[in-house]
């Protein structure tokens, strides 16, 4: 299991998994504590009508046409919440709802419009991804990881991820101070001159970029999930950011890693012949880690209940 | 062709749809706007994700004792169960730990709907080569209904609808203030409970036509859409159950008009349209409302201003001000006041060296309180108090106005 296959076949789409687990994660944090933890399942709603008018538009399925699609979406979708909700003093949840699904539905109606049938795109794959299929066959063993010529045919999408993955971490150190101001007191963080308007705005646009390079790898079902869960479960740890911070990104990479393995080698395991999805199973660990969360965290209930 | 649709002349499973997705939405609308009322839209969203699995155990659960499984009321019984225990997910993680409902939506949703997919992934194994289709549920399929299906969901849809007529007194009162409901010694977590029951059963019932993940919608833009036309909760029902059942039938007359036009999706676009309506042209909540109202209101504070420049004799500069007099005939084109322009002039700068006085005398305080620069002072104080009042006034003032 450790072998030259395992490098080939699991190595990948493990670090593909762990990188866009750990790059939604981060923004999840924050969007979690701001009580916006629905923006990231709005968002990956939305992806799919930006993939389709990508591919309308361009004609070809590509990555860099289809993620600027799904980013251009994204942007239209939290315009339209942010005017509904001012114009016609619609409450966000309720906004967020009418906007990502109206989009869907168009995404769907174009999908099924254009001809797409000599290429393969189509919901299922928006939704769950293909994270199995991300594999390394130039991967003979761990000694490859050495050799140029052999990293060259990785699958693009790690370095995609990688550095999403970066750019998130590195935002999220850049703006550490305004970002934790304007969470937890905006009154505050405005009277000291944060631009309160303009932090929440990029963190949102954070979470869109890591939503949209994560769906391409892993499918948005994924993307919610790494959105929600690990923050979720971390908040149940500690009354401390750094700390659950720290402890989001360990769930996040916990449920990537059990998830993958318990999709791939779980079913031989029990008998079975196939693998089961991948992107699926990631998403059930990370809720079995977060209901153990909710059952045994240490910080599990409100302050000043017992 | 289209009004062939609209007519129910498109043939046997066109009509069947039609008439199903009409009464879907009217159930789903009428439902929806007690979420919406309550600030709790995004639950429908934890609900239909959660269905995902049941509808993969209970084909799992008939394929193992021998049946077809895809006889339909058994799915639906299988998404009833476990979206239903997705809910209780959503209010135990709500009430017991200190996430926020949104957060334990997100969990509920996505985590559901993860194992769905898992789910699926070993029906594909087990039933290699058999197609289950159950992929269909997804976005809803209604290429293949049978008059079973079709009784299924106008049953189920005159249920809910009954129980919504039956609970609406005491949802309502839930939905707006919990507190005072359970002042009022009403059980709120059982009507909570019951509201996000009546959710998930149409969620269930919908999962046919227009699929898990656009139910929701059906749910929350008629709801909304109907706020914008009424402050009352019956109206605002009504209306609901009446842009939900509009969107149901047109969009499924749309649909069966050519290939390529889903059902699902084209009643969520035709929804998103009466909604997006709305938006714009409902009298009071209205955008176009605004406007005019901003406009009407823009114009007042103009003409009054321009009005008292007049009595002083200051010069007006300001454009839109000079138009909107013009406009009104308070002035001639080159600036001069005409007869009628000098009298309202006078009469507004009467009124402003009234409400001078009353601000400046702390026994008006009360009537002081509705100064706003615009409201004339004969709408606050009766004739009596304005005749007390002008004692006040110096000499210069009352000829003023006296004048007109």
């Known amino acids: ?306 | 062709m289209l009004l062939e649709a609209l007519t129910l002349q498109l043939g046997y499973n066109a009509t069947l749809v039609t008439i199903g997705a009409a009464l879907l939405g009217l159930a789903a609308g009428a439902t929806g706007t007690f979420l919406f009322l309550g600030k709790r839209a995004l639950v429908s969203d934890a609900i239909s994700h959660a269905t995902l699995p049941g509808v993969a155990l209970a084909f799992m659960a008939m394929v193992a004792l021998g049946g077809d499984g895809r006889a339909l009321p058994g799915l639906l019984l299988g998404s009833a169960i476990s979206s239903a225990v997705g809910l209780l997910c959503v209010s135990a993680l709500t009430n017991r730990t200190r996430l926020s409902e949104d957060a334990a939506i997100g969990a509920v949703l996505s985590v559901f709907f993860g194992l769905g997919v898992v789910l699926l992934t070993v029906i594909q194994s087990m039933s290699s080569g058999r197609q289950a289709g159950l992929e269909s549920f997804l976005l809803g399929s209604t290429a293949g209904m049978l008059w079973t299906d079709a009784l299924v969901i106008a049953l189920g849809g005159a249920l809910v609808l009954a129980l919504v007529a039956l609970l609406r007194r005491p949802m309502t009162m839930v939905a707006f203030d919990p507190e005072f409901a359970a002042g009022a010694g009403m059980n709120v977590r059982r009507i909570e409970l019951a509201m996000m029951g009546l959710a998930l059963a149409i969620t269930v019932v919908g999962l046919k036509i227009v699929g898990l993940i656009l139910i929701v919608a059906l749910l929350i833009i008629p709801a909304v859409a109907a706020r914008f036309w009424s402050e009352r909760v019956d109206h605002v029902v009504l209306l609901a159950g009446g842009i939900g059942g509009v969107s149901g039938y047109v969009g499924a007359a749309i649909s069966a008009t050519a290939p390529g036009l889903p059902t699902g999706p084209i009643v969520v676009l035709v929804a998103f349209g009466l909604f997006a309506l709305s938006l714009v042209l409902a009298p009071g909540r209205g955008v176009l409302a605004a406007i005019l109202r901003h406009r009407r209101f823009q114009a007042r504070v103009h003409v009054r201003q321009g009005l008292l420049a007049l009595a002083q004799g200051q010069p007006i500069y300001e454009p839109l001000t000079l138009r909107l007099m013009r406009g009104r005939g308070l002035i001639r084109a080159d600036g001069v006041a005409t007869k009628a322009g000098r009298a309202q002039a006078a009469r507004a700068l009467l009124d402003e060296r009234r409400w001078q006085l009353l601000r400046s005398d702390p026994a008006h305080e009360e009537a002081a309180a509705h100064y706003d620069g615009l409201t004339p002072l004969e709408s606050v104080l009766t004739p009596d108090q304005l005749r007390a009042l002008d004692r006040g006034l110096r000499p210069g003032d009352v000829q003023a106005g006296a004048l007109q």
């Open chain 1, 1 to 306: 299991m450790m072998g030259a296959e395992f490098v080939a076949l699991s190595l990948p789409p493990i670090l593909i998994g762990i990188f866009a687990a750990v790059a939604c994660a981060l923004p999840g944090n924050f969007l979690l504590l701001r009580k916006q933890a629905l923006i990231g399942d709005a968002i990956s709603h939305v992806v799919l009508p930006g993939i389709v008018g990508a591919f309308l538009v361009t004609g070809v399925v590509a990555a860099w046409p289809m993620m600027i699609g799904a980013g251009v979406a994204a942007l239209i979708a939290v315009g339209m919440i942010e005017a509904i909700r001012r114009l016609g003093g619609i409450e966000p949840g309720a906004a967020m709802g009418v906007v990502f699904t109206t989009l869907f539905a168009a995404g769907v109606l174009l999908l099924e419009q254009s001809d797409t049938s000599t290429v393969h795109l189509d919901v299922e794959h928006a939704l769950y991804g293909n994270l199995e299929s991300l594999i390394w066959l130039d991967g003979m063993g761990w000694h490859s990881l050495l050799d140029a010529g052999a990293l060259r045919g990785l699958p693009p999408e790690l370095p995609r991820m990688a550095l999403t993955l970066l750019l998130v971490i590195a935002l999220t150190w850049l703006f550490w101070r305004p970002l934790t101001l304007s969470t937890f007191d905006e009154g505050f963080a405005r009277s000291l001159g944060v631009p309160v308007g303009a932090v929440g705005l990029g963190l949102v646009i954070v979470a869109a970029i890591a939503a949209v390079a994560a769906f391409d790898a892993v499918g948005s079902i994924i993307v919610i999930a790494m959105f929600i869960c690990p923050p979720a479960a971390a908040r149940l740890m500690t009354n401390r950011l750094e700390v659950q911070i720290a402890w989001s990104v360990t769930f996040a990479t916990l449920s990537a890693v059990l998830g993958y393995v318990l999709a791939g080698y779980g079913p031989l395991w029990l008998g079975f012949q196939d693998a089961v999805s991948a992107a699926g199973m990631i998403a059930t660990v990370s809720g079995v880690i977060l209901a153990l969360a909710a059952v045994f965290g240490p910080c599990r209930t409100r302050a000043g209940t017992a």
